[in-house]
Antibody, heavy 120, light 110 residues
Framework: QVQLVESGGGVVQPGRSLRLSCAAS????????MHWVRQAPGKGLEWVAV????????YYADSVKGRLTISRDNSKNMLYIQMNSLRAEDTAVYYC?????????????WGQGTVVTVSS | QSALTQPPSASGSLGQSVTISCTGT?????????VSWYQQHPGKAPKLMIY???KRPSGVPDRFSGSKSGNTASLTVSGLQADDEADYYC??????????FGGGTKLTVL
């Protein structure tokens, strides 16, 4: 079935790095724009980044620009986000999501989320 | 990238209707027909309920409907059921490949 499964979350110290992964299955991964969305504890949803279907265009929220890098490997049906210089405010559940519209922000498939905790 | 404005809470009785608003600006909600609505139950991933202002994905009941007027989008839930009790978030394309979410509305079914 159509599915996204995130992994790679954990507890990390401020200033350190972490890479999250998202494994896609059940659909033609290379045909869809993909996003990362996060949700801090008890807070709302925050859009983080998007990568177009072919990986040639990437865009970021101002809050993560320069520290987080989104990437994909269409041969492996994998989405990634490299998180550097992590801050306490990056603590959140990180979701990967498929964009039904390419880049229009209609997230029709979501993963279960992976928890990132930035703490010393 | 300012968040869209939603009421923190809304409520309605079983079988009744409730409307949740989502207010932005001419740079996001008012400027594009790329408004989406999501339902999120506690501890679960969000679920797409409405996209492109008023379209329903397959499997979403027609009790859920969306609309937009100017810089404000709205989600209406008719025939409220107990399982509709959840958090609801709007989102909008905001130009320059940016997306913005609303702060969320907690819907209580009385």
């Amino acid at each position: 079935q159509v599915q996204l499964v995130e992994s790679g979350g954990g507890v990390v110290q401020p200033g350190r790095s972490l890479r999250l992964s998202c494994a896609a299955s059940g659909f033609i991964f290379r045909s869809y724009g993909m996003h990362w969305v996060r949700q801090a504890p008890g807070k709302g949803l925050e859009w983080v980044a998007v990568i177009w279907y072919d990986g040639n265009n990437k865009y970021y929220a101002d809050s993560v620009k320069g520290r987080l890098t989104i990437s994909r490997d269409n041969s492996k049906n994998m989405l990634y986000i490299q998180m550097n210089s992590l801050r306490a405010e990056d603590t959140a559940v990180y979701y990967c999501a498929r964009d039904l519209l390419g880049n229009g922000g209609a997230f029709d498939i979501w993963g279960q989320g992976t928890v990132v905790t930035v703490s010393s | 990238q300012s968040a869209l404005t939603q009421p923190p809470s809304a409520s309605g009785s079983l079988g009744q209707s409730v409307t949740i608003s989502c207010t932005g600006t001419s740079s996001d909600v008012g400027g594009y027909n790329y408004v989406s609505w999501y339902q999120q139950h506690p501890g679960k991933a969000p679920k797409l309920m409405i996209y492109e202002v008023s379209k329903r994905p397959s499997g979403v009941p027609d009790r859920f409907s969306g609309s937009k007027s100017g810089n404000t989008a709205s989600l209406t839930v008719s025939g409220l059921q107990a399982d509709d009790e959840a958090d609801y978030y709007c989102s909008s394309y905001a130009g320059s490949n940016n997306l913005v979410f609303g702060g969320g509305t907690k819907l209580t079914v009385l």
